[in-house]
């Protein structure tokens, strides 16, 4: 199989997944947390800033959406990072064929989605200590989840942009 098809399988699996766990209503998908939860928001979806308003959500997604949301994290919340990430590392690959950078700059590049994929793990565990332990307040981890949520979505933006944007620059490179 050459690189070209297995970044385009690794798209298509990973497009799959994204699209399958965002609007199909299964146990674990978006829909069905926003089902059991009575309209919840996911943490990761909208963080919260101030421990009173995580453990405000907390409450009012109710038992059945915090046993959907502890579910979820156990199982769509790992498959669905895991699914990305080779796409990702093989996108960073391509955009890094035609760059002329060291091997820290090239590692450093590699490194942004492993990022990601490493603080979505720690976003999912920070929510199943919260929930495990919920009703009780545990003050660290309910001030840490808005922070790590924010790493992690920066750093899976920055591994979609980057490769875009390397891209983009040996495309015009290439047209001047």
Sequence with gaps: ??????????????????????????????????KLSGGGILLDVKPSFSEGEVYERLEAYGEPGRSSYFFRNLTVDVVLPLSLLPFLLLFMLAALEDLRAGRFTRALLLAVPIVYVGFDFAENATVLVLLSTFPERIHFPAVALPYLTTVKRTASMLALVLPLAMFSVAFLKGRL
């Design 1 to 34: 199989m050459t690189k070209r098809n297995r970044l385009g399988l690794s798209f298509l699996v990973a497009l799959l997944v994204v699209l399958t766990v965002h609007f199909l209503d299964f146990r674990g998908s978006v829909p069905n947390f926003v």
